[in-house]
């Protein structure tokens, strides 16, 4: 028997018949015209990382050379050599990446970002938003009385700018493929509250907000946008903290540990396959229970 077509979406933008058990628009792993091997959850798809040269960023683009995808855009603001050793390691799984040095705040270089790597790839089928404001002890632990103007700047400007600059550049391009996955990265205290961190919080908490108004844009398109919202994770930006700092932080989590930037890129992953064609506007918190405290 015939599958029934699917009713029409979003006032007309796509009206496309379901295979059973498979959303259309996220094709089966190992699409020979995508260029796949038929062996990973991202087989021969395209994706864009932003801060992709450290921490749960570089992590990602590991995870997604590792799913088989083929071209990797690995943006990086300063850290050439760092970017350079995550291309070296995605080539080693047999990926195709492209370096790109941005500055994502900046809307025309975030454009000519997109462009670059859709005319490399012909295509883009994921974009994940690492790209954050350097983590600064002084901003973070400051009184909030005392914070000052570009301690609420560089936050609002790199990490909910950037990802509303980066999108915008995306969007065309996944609406005349009727077809994407964006990931932006939120913070479990954005949804929470804390006592420091503020600008931080506010910044990610502006993107948590970002996705759920782009869910609902890009939807009918059959564009899917979700929000990663992690803990305490062992990254770059940890280092500076004292080791009781650190023991503190695991000790507020249910599962007494901090997490690890690959427990993160495997939800980026999971965004951008076929396991979450059925899902747009949700924030994935991935904080070991911190939130529960």
């Given at each position: 028997?015939a599958?029934?077509?699917?009713?029409?979406?979003?006032?007309?933008?796509?009206?496309?018949?379901?295979?059973?058990?498979?959303?259309?628009?996220?094709?089966?792993?190992?699409?020979?015209?995508?260029?796949?091997?038929?062996?990973?959850?991202?087989?021969?798809?395209?994706a864009?990382?932003?801060?992709?040269?450290?921490?749960?960023?570089?992590a990602t683009?590991?995870?997604?050379?590792?799913?088989?995808?083929?071209?990797?855009?690995?943006?990086?603001?300063?850290?050439?050599?760092?970017?350079?050793?995550?291309?070296?390691?995605?080539?080693?799984?047999?990926?195709?990446?492209?370096?790109?040095?941005?500055?994502?705040?900046?809307?025309?270089?975030?454009?000519?970002?997109?462009?670059?790597?859709?005319?490399?790839?012909?295509?883009?089928?994921?974009?994940?938003?690492?790209?954050?404001h350097?983590?600064?002890?002084?901003?973070?632990?400051?009184?909030?009385?005392?914070?000052?103007?570009?301690?609420?700047?560089?936050?609002?400007?790199?990490?909910?700018?950037?990802?509303?600059?980066?999108?915008?550049?995306?969007?065309?391009?996944?609406?005349?493929?009727?077809?994407?996955?964006?990931?932006?990265?939120?913070?479990?205290?954005?949804?929470?509250?804390?006592?420091?961190?503020?600008?931080?919080?506010?910044?990610?908490?502006?993107?948590?907000?970002?996705?759920?108004?782009?869910?609902?844009?890009?939807?009918?398109?059959?564009?899917?946008?979700?929000?990663?919202?992690?803990?305490?994770?062992?990254?770059?930006?940890?280092?500076?903290?004292?080791?009781?700092?650190?023991?503190?932080?695991a000790?507020?989590a249910?599962?007494?540990?901090?997490?690890?930037p690959?427990?993160?890129?495997?939800?980026?992953?999971?965004?951008?396959?076929?396991d979450?064609?059925?899902?747009?506007?949700?924030?994935?918190?991935?904080?070991?229970?911190?939130?529960?405290?």
């Open positions: 028997m599958t029934p077509a699917a009713p029409r979406i979003g006032g007309g933008a796509i009206n496309l018949p379901l295979e059973r058990g498979r959303h259309p628009l996220f094709p089966a792993a190992g699409s020979a015209s995508r260029g796949g091997s038929g062996v990973g959850r991202l087989d021969g798809r395209n864009l990382i932003t801060g992709a040269s450290g921490g749960i960023g570089r683009a590991i995870e997604f050379a590792r799913e088989g995808a083929h071209g990797i855009g690995i943006q990086y603001a300063r850290n050439a050599p760092a970017a350079e050793a995550v291309a070296k390691e995605s080539r080693a799984l047999g990926a195709d990446p492209l370096l790109l040095q941005a500055d994502v705040s900046e809307r025309e270089q975030a454009r000519s970002m997109v462009g670059t790597f859709v005319g490399r790839f012909g295509r883009l089928d994921a974009l994940v938003c690492y790209a954050g350097p983590f600064r002890r002084e901003e973070w632990d400051a009184d909030f009385g005392d914070l000052t103007e570009e301690a609420f700047r560089g936050p609002l400007r790199i990490d909910l700018l950037g990802s509303v600059f980066t999108a915008q550049a995306a969007m065309p391009v996944m609406k005349k493929q009727r077809a994407g996955a964006i990931v932006l990265v939120g913070s479990t205290p954005a949804i929470t509250g804390d006592r420091v961190g503020i600008p931080y919080y506010v910044a990610k908490a502006g993107v948590l907000a970002l996705t759920k108004g782009l869910a609902q844009i890009l939807g009918p398109y059959n564009v899917h946008v979700n929000a990663i919202a992690p803990g305490a994770v062992d990254t770059e930006a940890m280092a500076g903290l004292s080791d009781a700092e650190m023991r503190s932080l000790e507020e249910a599962l007494k540990r901090r997490g690890s690959e427990e993160i890129a495997r939800k980026a992953v999971f965004l951008c396959s076929d979450a064609s059925f899902m747009t506007g949700v924030t994935l918190v991935v904080d070991g229970g911190y939130a529960m405290r």
